[in-house]
């Protein structure tokens, strides 16, 4: 990775490696399998995938709005995704969310260089560059990749690439995180 910050490209190197990590631990799961228990103890294994396909779909509605000078997409546009992603199969929330991530992961590589650096949209109170929606979305892959990894290799951490990126983002996510409704 280097000195300094980390590039848009360790992110995305990194969300590539998690998605790699994800596809290789559901990949040979049972339909039986995928309807188990996540260590996101409310989500089954499908469930966390769903969610994943579901974010997905939503980062890429981010980049095709900061691409376009739209504004952000909110829930009017996330509500229809929730539900088709919430009234799919236990296979293809597995499947299909595989294939969003992917889309997602091609979306961005298939960005030349101009469009990656002049990229920005306007979203949770600040403009966000290309790269916080890399970091956002590694933050919330990693994480529930290791959900569904852990439930298969009791000893498996979050992966090593995600962390080393995203420990150093944590003190003003904590800080966001810790507001009052008031303050």
Not at 12 to 18: F, G, N, W
Not at 70 to 97: C, H, I, M, Y
Not at 162 to 175: C, F, M, N, Q, S
Request: glycine share 8%; proline share 4%; net charge negative.
């Amino acid at each position: 990775m280097g000195t300094g910050s980390p590039s848009l490209d360790d992110w995305l190197a990194a969300l590539v490696a998690s998605h790699q990590r994800l596809a290789a631990a559901v990949g040979p799961l049972s339909a039986r399998e995928v309807i188990a228990r996540s260590y996101a103890s409310e989500w089954s294994i499908a469930q966390v995938l769903a969610h994943l396909g579901s974010g997905a779909e939503i980062f890429g509605l981010f980049v095709s709005a900061g691409l376009h000078d739209a504004p952000a997409p909110g829930v009017a546009e996330f509500e229809p995704l929730w539900e088709r992603w919430n009234t799919k199969s236990p296979e293809d929330q597995v499947s299909d969310a595989l294939v969003a991530d992917q889309a997602f992961l091609d979306q961005i590589e298939a960005l030349d260089k101009k469009q990656r650096q002049g990229w920005h949209l306007s979203m949770f109170g600040g403009d966000q560059t290309l790269t916080d929606i890399l970091r956002m979305r590694l933050g919330e892959h990693a994480v529930h990749t290791w959900d569904v990894v852990v439930t298969r290799e009791r000893d498996a951490t979050l992966a090593a690439d995600a962390t080393e990126l995203l420990v150093d983002t944590l003190g003003p996510l904590v800080a966001r995180a810790g507001r009052t409704s008031g303050g």
